[in-house]
């Protein structure tokens, strides 16, 4: 069978899928919320004001975060770029399709029989839209106009340039506007999205609207105006420090665009990272252990908020065990969608935490892994299970910092969480690529070098 007509059989699928799953027929006249998903990469847990930063001054980013619901104990399903993106848009533990490690970088993707968001968004009268980083798979049928999105102006691979850098057509650092190459040639990427989101907004016009807001900050390369420099102290966190600066700036941009069009209060508006804050750009994730890429905290447990006008009486800060996987069904709710009964998603709709109307934890237990690491997260435990080492438990109600490892002091909650993530992995398949045996090592070492609590031996195979 060919993998053309596999592709378009599984075009097929989704749209058979998409059909039987639409409830109601597409009303585009009604007053359906617009919906702004915003993702930050590799923003650290403590580098926002609302986070509790005394460097980095995030006013727009607080003043949305204060209006809304700060989740505490909110997680991504992968503690690096690629497959976190992969789960969010899926809703779906991507383990479950294979999309376990960053993409690799040859022509793969996120599986596409797999239903986006975006997909079925659009597929009930919402124009859709990413604007800035893509890196779920560069060839036509993973591109984001193949994905559910009407529109695309961005890169399609996992970081670029800051400044106009001609990237020739094909690289997976080109801009590209839908399926056309379109040289950058601005003066800051990140205030060109800013910019390039307004349009569309002002383009939507009276249908609503979901707006996938992918930042490129702060992830490298630490790329910074001078002016945005400027405003902080020379130390190694100075360009970091710019770079978040110019993103919160961005997002006042849409904000105030937002406001001018009277369509804040009608908008639903979650902010969060795709993982926890990387060495390389300098971040902090304190008060946690552990960074991008390892299963300590640092390195899934996410700034996280959402805000939606005076549309909920809500909490201002809500403690419930969270998930990105949660934000398929929450945006489906609140777009009046009902769940097709044969989309298997694994998060849970948050709108009647916010709304008070339930209580406690989303989720009993949330599930990660990437090759040789793998967590569990049950209630205020943790366990990490690292393949030819071991394992280590956490009880983060008395050790929040992941410091003392009582696997050999408490062998009933470690083998009920050993036994949950043995049954989870029933349902995950052969990933369909891995990372690099030296980075592979890297990964093990760094995961041994946390769970002994002492010095990271090296970051990267170099
Ligand atoms: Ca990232």
């Known amino acids: 069978m060919s993998s053309r007509f596999l592709l378009a059989f599984s075009s097929i699928i989704v749209c058979f899928r998409l059909v039987i799953g639409c409830s109601t027929k597409p009303d585009l006249t009604s007053d359906k919320p617009n919906i702004i998903l915003i993702l930050a990469d590799d923003l650290g ?9 005394t460097l980095i001054k995030t006013p727009n980013l607080d003043a949305l975060a204060s209006n809304g619901t700060i989740f505490s104990d909110a997680h991504v399903s992968a503690t690096v770029c690629s497959p976190s993106r992969a789960g969010i848009l899926t809703g779906r533990y991507q383990q479950f399709f294979g999309h376990e490690a960053n993409i690799p970088p040859h022509h793969l993707g996120t599986d596409t029989t797999q239903v986006t968001i975006a997909d079925m968004l659009r597929a009930n009268g919402y124009t859709t839209s990413i604007i800035g980083k893509w890196h779920l798979g ?15 102006w961005g890169y399609l691979g996992g970081h670029r340039s800051y400044f106009a850098e001609n990237y020739p057509e094909g690289h997976h650092m080109a801009v590209y506007t839908n399926r056309t190459y379109t040289p950058f040639t601005g003066n800051y990427f990140t205030d060109t999205q800013a910019d390039t989101a307004n349009a569309f907004i002002e383009r939507s016009g009276d249908k609503p609207f979901f707006l996938y807001l992918s930042f490129s900050a702060p992830h490298a390369p630490l790329h910074a105006l001078e002016e945005d420099k400027a405003l902080f102290p020379k130390s190694e966190r100075q360009v970091y420090a710019a770079m978040v600066w110019a993103m919160d700036r961005a997002v006042g941009k849409v904000v105030q665009k937002l406001k001018e069009l009277n369509k804040l209060d009608n908008t639903l508006i979650v902010f969060l990272s795709d993982n926890g804050g990387s060495p390389v750009n300098n971040s902090n994730n304190l008060p946690f252990k552990g960074f991008k890429g390892n299963k300590f905290e640092g390195g899934h447990r996410v700034p996280f908020f959402v805000h939606w006008g005076n549309k909920m009486n809500s909490e201002k800060k809500f403690d419930g065990l969270s998930s990105s996987l949660d934000l398929f069904p929450t945006f489906l709710a609140a777009a009046g969608i009902e769940k097709p009964a044969d989309l298997p998603l694994n998060g849970v709709n948050l709108l009647p935490y916010l709304e008070k109307t339930k209580t406690g934890n989303p989720h009993e237990q949330l599930f990660f892994r990437k090759e040789l690491a793998a967590a569990v997260r049950d209630a205020n435990w943790k366990l990490i299970r ?9 009880d983060l109600s008395k050790d929040p910092y992941e410091t003392k490892n009582l696997i050999s002091e408490d062998s009933e909650q470690a083998h009920k969480m050993k036994s949950a993530l043995e049954q989870w992995e029933k349902s995950t398949v052969k990933p369909w690529w891995n990372e690099s045996k030296p980075w592979q090592k890297v990964t093990f070492d760094i995961h041994v070098d946390l769970i002994k609590n002492q010095a990271i031996r090296r970051l990267s195979p170099k």
């Open 45 to 53: 847990n403590n580098d926002t004001g609302f986070q509790g930063s």
């Open 138 to 152: 560069e060839t036509y049928s993973y591109q984001p106009n193949s994905r559910g999105f009407d529109h695309f």
């Open 386 to 394: 690292l393949d030819d080492f071991g394992y280590a438990l956490y």
